[in-house]
């Protein structure tokens, strides 16, 4: 007997949790749930500002959390200096 080719080939989510115990239903699973589940979270995107001497300050807002980081990277090696510059 024939299947239909959409009957058989179904691409829900009900047909991952049906298929759980195969290697692409495990990873389908954990790809809905980790991955496209973080697209929504993310609602702003970090504000960059240049100082007049150069510094970069890049800002990100998170209202919910009452907490501060600061983070600093230098660009300071051999392979970003010129000759002559030092």
Known sequence: MKQNVT??????????????????GVFLLFF?????HSLWAQTALP???????GLRVVTYEMHHAPLIFLGMIY???PRNEHIGIT
């Open 7 to 24: 009957e058989k080939h179904r691409c829900t989510l009900l047909s991952v949790v049906d298929n759980i115990n195969t290697p692409v």
């Open 32 to 36: 809905y749930t980790f991955f496209l």
């Open 47 to 53: 504000q960059e500002n240049r100082l007049p001497n």
């Open 75 to 77: 660009d300071a090696s």
